[in-house]
């Protein structure tokens, strides 16, 4: 089938290759016997071919990301521009590879192009890897003769996507994880630190303030039932990620919230209109016909109220619309985005008007980035300050008022 994804393994092997001379490698087969037969095909004849034995923590292996396939993509464009021929391309791009699954991916494609089947056919059987996009952009440079082209504007295209893709990432991993480090630090004070200051008042014999009780509250509640907080916890996060995959509707909800949301919002925005440019403009220089090209755009968009939008501008731009009036109608892009799509229809270069609007977009993400790495360090620091700090105060308060009163 096409669409599945192909299962094999790595076989090593020692033999004799064209010359006589001894000589060894690796190959990717779904059996021995097809390892031999493709060593055979080379010219080489086997002696022993034995399956690779796995890593010991082989279950641990680390998946392939979008990062790994943007950087496979950019090293077979520069393989190709060199005038390496394809398949010898491969053996040198999984020479370099360190993560043994990507070498494996690379292998099973090098034996698909190697059988004589086209690229794009062989991506296609790796749908988890390369998506709908990915394949017709490498179809259509293969289709038309420009390949080495087509996979340096691919490699391009994942490359700018994957940073966009970073610096979202790195605006909100950051105060996640700060935060997570001060609930985490939270938790064991009032249940390590606090209770211990607690057996000191016993022995005071007086009325303690109202804050060091609430304090001490907590304090008991959280050790307590700090096991079944942990798993409430847990079981959220799981049941969030669970109805978001789940649910259209209420991954709508959030796409349609993180729009609105203050500061966050504005990136959100930046970055989908930003992919919106990117993918549209990659596509149609690639000469993709613009409907086919909106409907790869808007499976890329990121968002579900723009793809909804772009599905739109695909039914009005099939049925005669310009692409200008549709953009326009669904009330959704920013103004610079519609001149510039005006621009490039009347002159003919709506992929290039595209691409600075990507550049410009891609821009300013960046620099709301910045701007929000620097808001959120001292907004951080307040609430590390009052977590940390008021339990302190709170505990320290009776010691303080007990000097006083001496």
């Given at each position: ?51 690779k ?41 999984a ?25 794009a ?8 890897h ?6 017709s ?51 064991i ?73 203050p ?5 959100v ?37 723009y793809?909804?939008a772009?599905?739109q ?31 490039g ?36 620091m ?25």
């Amino acid at each position: 089938m096409a669409g599945s994804v192909a299962k094999g393994y790595t076989y090593n092997w020692n033999g004799t290759d064209k010359n006589g001379h001894p000589s060894k490698g690796e190959v990717f087969a779904n059996s021995a016997s097809m390892a031999k037969a493709q060593l055979r095909r080379k010219g080489i004849i086997p002696k022993s071919v034995r399956k690779k034995a796995a890593p010991l923590f082989s279950g641990m292996a680390k998946p392939i990301s979008a990062a790994d396939v943007a950087i496979f993509t950019r090293q077979l464009a520069t393989m190709m521009k060199a005038g390496v021929p394809l398949v010898q391309s491969f053996d040198i791009v999984a020479e370099g590879m360190d993560k043994p699954s990507m070498k494996d991916l690379v292998i099973a494609l090098k034996n698909e192009v190697a059988s004589g089947n086209g690229l794009a056919h062989a991506l296609k059987k790796h749908p988890k890897h390369f998506d709908d996009l990915f394949c017709s952009l490498v179809g259509a440079g293969e289709s038309s003769g420009t390949l080495e082209i087509m996979l340096d504007r691919v490699a391009t295209y994942k490359e700018k996507t994957e940073q966009l893709k970073a610096k979202i990432k790195k605006a909100m991993t950051y105060p996640i994880a700060v935060i997570a480090v001060a609930l985490v630090v939270t938790a064991i004070l009032l249940i390590k630190v606090v209770p211990q200051f607690a057996e000191t008042f016993r022995s005071f014999g007086s009325d303690l303030p109202a804050f060091t009780l609430f304090v001490l509250g907590i304090s008991n509640f959280v050790q307590e039932w700090w096991v079944i907080i942990f798993i409430g916890l847990v079981a959220t996060i799981f049941l969030f990620k669970e109805v978001k995959s789940r649910s259209v509707p209420f991954s709508e909800f959030l796409d349609q919230l993180a729009l609105k949301a203050p500061v966050v919002g504005d990136i959100v925005f930046n970055s989908v209109i930003a992919r919106f440019s990117r993918t549209l403009a990659t596509t149609f220089s690639a000469g993709v016909p613009l409907v086919e090209a909106l409907d790869s755009t808007a499976g890329a968009a990121g968002n579900s109220v723009y793809s909804k939008a772009i599905g739109q501008i695909r039914e009005d731009v099939t049925s005669g619309t310009t692409l200008y009036s549709s953009v326009k109608s669904t009330g959704l892009f920013p103004t610079m985005l519609l001149q510039m799509i005006s621009i490039g229809e009347e002159s003919g270069a709506l992929d290039d008007m595209l691409d600075k609007v990507a550049q410009h977009y891609e821009e300013a993400v960046d620099n709301a980035v910045d701007s929000l790495s620097s808001l959120m360090e001292p907004l951080i620091m307040s609430i590390l300050g009052v977590l940390v700090g008021g339990l302190m105060i709170a505990m320290y308060l009776p010691i303080f008022m007990l000097g006083s009163v001496v």
